[in-house]
């Protein structure tokens, strides 16, 4: 079964700065798609990123990246110019053929 | 388009009684899932349904169950309600269901269930 992994349970980060969450995840499958979510405090999911295993580019969306190494299994998330609107909860998933499994999810305080 | 709906958003049960969750997802996505998260335990996958079939079921006891409907609509029940099944559940929707079809889950905004 896969495992996935976030460490560090708080963050936090000063307004206009860059953080960086970090996951990792164990698998013994070589393709999967690997996302990022974030849980406002309207408990609303909503997707931040994905990555697709079979991809070396990392994915970018405006302000978010990540950085995916496939063999270290590990899928960091990177918030540039931290918005007070970004603190929220977020997690880590990984997509596997029947369910999507989650970390313990990391909550991102921004300070103004 | 309209994302996933829950309903209803918020109740209140008696421990012992049964409860029925309602998920319409995304048009025409045909898979369903079903996630429970606690303070304690985080996001537990709990089933997953594809064009009516029940494709995978998480580590729960027969209390929970569920079903999806041909139009993709899906339910899940929670029969002899326990306070420890006090949770947010979530249902999600994509297009088809495994990993390598490589589309997206999409949430909805959840059922707040309280068993007093």
């Known amino acids: 079964a896969q495992t996935v992994t976030q460490s560090q349970p708080e963050m936090s980060v000063q307004e206009a700065e860059t953080v960086t969450l970090s996951c990792t995840y164990d698998t013994s499958e070589s393709d999967y798609y690997l996302f990022w979510y974030k849980q406002p405090p309207s408990r609303q999911m909503i997707l931040v990123i994905r990555q697709e295993a079979y991809k070396q580019q990392n994915a970018t969306e405006n302000r978010f990246s990540v950085n995916f190494q496939k063999a270290a299994k590990s899928f960091s998330l990177k918030i540039s110019d931290s918005q007070l609107g970004d603190a929220a909860m977020y997690f880590c998933a990984y997509r596997s053929a029947l369910e999507l499994t989650f970390g313990k999810g990391i909550t991102l305080s921004v300070r103004p | 388009k309209a994302g996933v709906t829950q309903t209803p958003r918020y109740l209140i049960k008696t421990r012992g009684q049964q409860v029925t969750l309602s998920c319409s997802p995304i048009?025409?996505?045909?898979?369903v899932s079903w996630y429970q998260q606690t303070p304690g335990q985080g996001l537990q996958f709990l089933f997953e349904y594809f064009s009516e079939t029940q494709r995978n079921k998480g580590n729960f006891p027969g209390r929970f169950s569920g079903r999806q409907f041909s139009n993709s609509r899906s339910e899940m029940n929670v029969s002899t309600l326990e306070l420890g099944d006090s949770a947010l559940y979530l249902c999600?929707?994509?297009?088809?269901?495994?990993?390598?079809?490589?589309?997206?889950?999409?949430f909805g905004e959840g059922s707040w269930l309280t068993v007093v």
């Open positions: 999600a929707s994509s297009l088809v269901a495994g990993q390598f079809s490589g589309n997206t889950i999409y």
């Open positions: 048009s025409g996505h045909r898979s």
